[in-house]
């Protein structure tokens, strides 16, 4: 499979621990992004590197959250202490400019990390 | 980034032809369109994305008026599996894309 792959797929926590997801994002793609999703609602953007150089992060990602990418292939996002209001679905998405028309990006996205936090 | 508005929800019927309307009506000359599919508890698959006039893939064709303010999807013979939320967005060619998801429309199709 070469597509974008997360792991892993779901993981309840106790308000207060610490979480890390993976992302692997298409092996040619220098774009990744991560994103949130809350029940009903769609996607919304937390942060973006463009090899391994974070250059975008949404307010929503508060100080409890770092998302690291380094040599530019994988990605994690850790959020501390976690709370209630963490419980999403968090994605990750990748792309690379070149493809097709130069000038027409295309993101890719993973199957997501469900974050249940009790 | 231009903002979309498309239908909240859909009905359709299995072999039925779907067309989804989003409106954006503040494109910008650089903004290109994309279409998403999204099933419960799955990442965003994408559908289509074009810039002006029509474009045609194996599983859906886009359309695009001379203005650029809206743009319709069409789902040829729709079954039940296409039962899921459609997102319209816009993007900005030549730059990285924090994509804007709206609430997208929620198709049902019945038997």
């Known amino acids: 499979d070469t597509g974008v792959s997360q792991d892993p797929r779901h993981k309840i926590t106790k308000r207060g621990q610490n979480v890390t997801f993976r992302c692997d994002p298409i092996s040619e793609h220098n774009r990744l992004y991560w994103y949130r999703q809350t029940l009903g609602q769609g996607p919304e953007f937390l942060t973006y590197f463009q090899n391994e150089a974070q250059l975008e992060k949404s307010r929503l990602l508060s100080d409890r959250f770092s998302a690291e990418r380094p040599k530019g292939s994988f990605s994690t996002l850790e959020i501390q202490r976690t709370e209630q209001g963490d419980s999403a679905m968090y994605l990750c998405?990748?792309?690379?400019?070149?493809?097709?028309?130069?000038?027409?990006?295309?993101?890719?996205f993973g199957p997501g990390t469900r974050l249940l936090v009790l | 980034l231009a903002k979309t508005t498309q239908p909240i929800s859909m009905d359709s019927y299995e072999g039925q032809e779907v067309n989804i309307t989003c409106s954006h009506n503040?494109?910008?000359?650089?903004?290109?369109i994309t279409w998403y599919q999204q099933f419960p508890s799955q990442g965003p698959r994408f559908i289509i994305q074009g810039y002006k006039t029509k474009v045609t893939n194996e599983v859906a064709s886009l359309f695009i008026p001379a203005d650029r303010k809206s743009s319709t999807l069409s789902l040829p013979r729709v079954s039940l599996s296409d039962t899921a939320v459609y997102y319209c967005?816009?993007?900005?060619?030549?730059?990285?894309?924090?994509?804007?998801f709206g609430a997208g429309t929620r198709l049902a199709v019945h038997p």
């Open positions: 967005l816009v993007g900005d060619r030549g730059g990285y894309n924090k994509l804007i």
């Open positions: 503040n494109i910008a000359t650089n903004d290109y």
């Open positions: 998405a990748s792309s690379s400019p070149g493809q097709g028309d130069p000038y027409i990006e295309t993101q890719y």
